[in-house]
């Protein structure tokens, strides 16, 4: 009996150390990022030479980052449709596109109509027009859309109003529209266009009043300030004349002290005199 419950224990034992190491989370191994195809990296190897930079996004992420605007650019042949297309076979890797300042055009969007990876395109400062945005309508991870400088008008936004991960779309010095852009809110609810012309509007509008507000107060204050200055004023110049008027009549009582003391003491002098006189004369009386 002794044996079986010993034997019984050791089976309990075992049954839940199994359950423990069943229940346990598996570690999980960090990803590797997937390799290059020999396509891809031949694409590199050509944006690198026309003068692109291309950096990976992280150790473990193979998605590239490339940007033409810092590459040098010759006034007879500039950085533009040419280098962008070499950008072409990397639709699956590429995360970011930097085209800042370039002469790509229109033809140049066409080449990246096939980059399903993108996430952030910089355009600003380019020669692109709404007939080149067209041609993004189909990036769908898209979320980051610079397009500050450019030609583009309340058509070109509004044909990527389905790019539903769209978070941010840069519009400075473009001719979109308040009107455009209220359009475009209406179909993507999901995306920021900056400067939200109707926000800045409503800025502005609240900060006039603000500032309106602030120079009314400061009026106020300048004017009750200016009421506290003149009654100083008025209470100091009272207090002056009081106290001149105080120091004229001390001053005025003291020589009236003065004249009264000296006319006791003349008065004094005649009377001693005059008590000195006839006891003169008494004494001349009394030798008669």
Not at 252 to 262: C, G, L, N, Q, T
Request: aromatic share 2%.
């Amino acid at each position: 009996m002794r044996r079986f419950a010993l034997l019984c224990t050791l089976l309990a034992a075992v049954s839940s150390s199994t359950l423990l190491a069943q229940d346990k989370p598996k570690e999980e191994k960090p990803k590797e990022a997937a390799k290059l195809t020999q396509a891809e990296s031949d694409a590199i190897a050509a944006v690198k030479k026309a003068g692109g930079a291309v950096l990976q996004v992280a150790q473990n992420d193979n998605r590239l980052d490339i940007a033409f605007h810092l590459a040098d650019s010759k006034p007879d042949d500039p950085i533009g449709d040419k280098q962008v297309a070499l950008v072409k076979p990397l639709g699956n890797v590429i995360y970011s596109l930097n085209l800042r300042g370039t002469a790509v055009t229109d033809k140049g969007l066409e080449e990246l109509k096939d980059l399903k990876s993108l996430v952030r395109l910089h355009l600003e400062r380019t020669k692109i027009t709404d007939a080149g945005l067209a041609h993004l309508a189909g990036l769908e991870n898209l979320e980051y859309l610079n397009l500050w400088g450019t030609e583009v008008t309340d058509a070109g936004v509004q044909s990527l109003a389905g790019l539903k991960k769209l978070k941010r779309i840069y519009v400075w010095q473009t001719k979109v529209t308040e009107e455009g852009q209220a359009k475009f809110k209406a179909a993507n609810t999901t995306a920021q266009l900056e400067p939200d012309i109707a926000l800045e509007k409503k800025r502005a509008a609240l900060e006039a009043v603000r500032k309106a507000e602030a120079e009314v107060k400061a009026k106020e204050e300048e004017a009750k300030k200016k009421i506290e200055d003149e009654k100083k004023k008025a209470e100091e110049a009272k207090k002056k004349a009081e106290e001149e008027a105080k120091k004229k009549a001390d001053e005025e009582a003291k020589k009236k002290a003065e004249e009264d003391k000296k006319k006791a003491d003349e008065d004094k002098k005649k009377a001693e005199d005059k008590k000195d006189e006839k006891k003169s004369e008494e004494k001349k009386e009394d030798k008669k």
